[in-house]
Nanobody
Framework: QLQASGGGLVQAGGSLRLSCAASGRTFSSYAMGWFRQAPGKEREFVAAISWSGGNTYYADSVKGRLTISRDNAKNTVYLQMNSLKPEDTAVYYC?????????????????WGQGTQVTVSS
């Protein structure tokens, strides 16, 4: 129901834009988020956006470099990734939850998309 795309290989300092398209149902009333999981590490929260797009929240490690946005008409959420670092290398997952306050908690997520690989070379 959530299809993530846009990952790839990029050099440090480069940019990527991830997309997460919903199908089968509308998520316009849900908070949406992005998580990532690096090899050997736990899945971690990256960014969240409220259903209206009026509120956003970021992990400290990505503030100022990554920007989350959404287009409810297209049932799609985006993650613009700039100034990428090798430590951003991970599989990125989109997620949905009715609550903006809970979307950042990995154990609370109701819906997960399949991951998209982001690899940043040094």
């Amino acid at each position: 129901q959530l299809q993530a795309s846009g990952g790839g290989l990029v050099q440090a300092g480069g940019s990527l834009r991830l997309s997460c398209a919903a199908s089968g149902r509308t998520f316009s009333s849900y908070a949406m988020g992005w998580f990532r999981q690096a090899p050997g590490k736990e899945r971690e929260f990256v960014a969240a956006i409220s259903w209206s797009g009026g509120n956003t929240y970021y992990a400290d490690s990505v503030k100022g470099r990554l920007t989350i946005s959404r287009d409810n008409a297209k049932n799609t959420v985006y993650l613009q990734m700039n100034s990428l670092k090798p430590e951003d290398t991970a599989v990125y997952y989109c997620a949905a939850h009715p609550s903006f306050n809970l979307i950042r908690v990995v154990t609370e997520v109701d819906y997960w998309g399949q991951g998209t690989q982001v690899t940043v070379s040094s």
